[in-house]
């Protein structure tokens, strides 16, 4: 059987995985490691990518790039672009309107483009991947995952870059997309109905994403992103061990910005750790004048410090659900994806804000697009029309949220029918409770919060049974029909919706 493959190219890491036999696996690098960093640095001698570029980013850093998908991703602001300036660890230019990286090599300055660093990284994958299957190169079958933010164009530079990598790229989906795909969410099931919410925390961004789910189809009611990721965790860790040296030796690290990079790089493999174990032991030789670093920090300690970053993480998710016109009793699932989402204690106050909703972290939380992607390779085999290959599609959808409440005013529940995004046209059936008059069947129908409808079934027989079925059509009007089931009495209304194209 063929070998199809998921690819994800983060801000900080980078991660390919395969499905083969019907089984989905995270495939190494030649160091053992499950992710790769996404870090390119430049040399006369070779182009070293991934931990390499990394290991020696504070030597070369006017040669390397790191995060170039926040070049690709600019959207001419002026003020995003001095952020950019300030993360790169390499001067940034603009000409004929694109940014470029400015590299230094051989004393000599040289540019490139977020397209071209992409297609290192892209490179970097295919030599994990050919390396374990062994594959020829038309058989390199792969799909890739990209922010849900990225327009068409920046999708088809990512898709191009994949192949210039020489990966026959069969599809480009979106990051939530792939997340749900990953865990397999409404496939086994077609006529199931679930809200879920994508919790997705990388090492710079974050993205939260409530995604509506039905007959298989996922639909991306609300997004939100954020200019913040695990950075900040990783400064938090660093800042401590910081203290705990000067403490110790009266030398302060923060003096040198050598010691505090190589600081920060320590921390970062700490937190890592410490998403697994509870103790993690944090060695810099030759940290600040020569003294070495030797540390053991505990989880409980680390926690701790990070408890106060958590209402700037937690946030987003109640931001993300009013947009989305629903509540936390609502959601079904919660996807946690991204490697600053593997913190065990995040991932507590995520349920703790979704108390309801069951939380998906059986996969590790920075593998999570990639076996997504693979999933879908392995579904869709063959390369999409090349017409449409790069193309989004722009289908009409209602803007607020419709809900219903049912029963007589003592005994009245809620209850959401269609989220807003909802594309047309949509259909969805509902019993009605019946309050303690069981005679009358009373329906409230809303449009985010005003009342637009109200369905009543009068003179009910004995033990009815009474449902409503609501069709979105096409015109974004909205039939609602009250159905007896027993006496096939109905009654019906059709009201206008607010539609968004």
Not at 360 to 388: H, K, M, R, Y
Not at 453 to 476: C, I, M, Q, R, Y
């Amino acid at each position: 059987m063929s070998a199809y493959f998921g690819l994800h190219v983060g801000r900080t890491n980078s991660c390919v995985s395969v499905c083969k036999d019907g089984k989905s696996d995270v495939v190494a690098n030649d160091a053992g490691d499950r992710v790769t960093p996404s870090i390119v640095s430049f040399s006369s001698e070779e182009i070293a990518v991934g931990l390499p570029a990394k290991q020696g980013l504070f030597r070369n850093m006017s040669s390397s790039v790191v995060k170039c998908k926040e070049l690709l991703s600019w959207n001419g602001d002026e003020e995003e672009l001095a952020k950019l300036r300030s993360t790169s660890v390499c001067p940034v230019i603009i000409k004929n309107k694109k940014l470029f990286y400015e590299v230094e090599v051989d004393e000599k300055k040289k540019q490139f483009s977020p397209e071209d660093i992409l297609v290192h990284i892209y490179r970097k994958l295919y030599d994990i991947a050919i390396h374990h299957s062994n594959a020829v190169d038309e058989s390199m079958k792969a799909v890739v995952s990209v922010p849900l933010s990225f327009t068409s164009e920046q999708r088809q530079a990512v898709w191009k870059a994949a192949e210039k990598a020489r990966f026959n790229v069969l599809q480009v989906i979106s990051e939530p997309a792939a997340s749900l795909l990953a865990y397999g969410v409404g496939q086994s099931n077609k006529h199931e109905t679930l809200c879920c919410l994508v919790y997705r925390c990388g090492g710079a961004t974050l993205d939260v994403s409530v995604v509506s789910v039905r007959g298989g189809m996922y639909s991306v009611v609300s997004s939100l992103h954020r200019k913040q990721g695990g950075d900040k965790f990783t400064a938090l860790v660093a800042n401590y061990l910081a203290d705990e040296f000067q403490n110790k030796w009266k030398l302060d690290p923060r003096e040198s910005k050598r010691s505090m990079f190589k600081l920060m790089g320590a921390a970062e493999e700490c937190k890592h750790v410490l998403s697994t174990l509870n103790t993690a032991h944090c060695f810099v030789e030759s940290l600040h004048e020569g003294v070495d670093l030797s540390a053991n920090v505990s989880r409980a300690r680390i926690d701790m410090l990070i408890t106060q970053l958590f209402p700037e993480y937690i946030g987003p998710i109640s931001e993300a659900l009013t947009q989305a016109g629903l509540t936390a009793a609502d959601v079904h699932k919660v996807i946690v994806c991204g490697g600053t989402a593997k913190m065990p204690r995040l991932q507590q106050a995520i349920q703790e804000a979704l108390p309801n909703s069951e939380l998906l972290s059986n996969l590790t939380a920075d593998e999570v697009f990639a076996v997504g992607c693979c999933n879908q390779a392995a579904v869709i085999g063959e390369p999409w029309d090349t017409v449409c290959q790069y193309k989004q599609v722009s289908v009409p959808a209602i803007s607020k949220a419709i809900s219903v409440r049912c029963g007589d005013e003592e005994e009245s529940q809620t209850t959401t029918v269609f989220c807003a995004q909802t594309p047309l046209s949509s259909r969805f059936s509902l019993p009605v409770p019946l309050g303690k008059k069981h005679n009358v069947a009373i329906v409230d129908v809303f449009e985010a919060t005003e009342l637009v409808a109200k369905l009543t079934l009068k003179n009910l027989p004995e033990a009815p049974s009474v449902a409503a079925n609501f069709h979105l059509s096409s015109d974004g009007s909205l039939h609602v029909t009250l159905t007896e089931k027993i006496t096939g009495v109905t009654t019906a209304a059709t009201i206008g919706t607010s539609v968004a194209a």
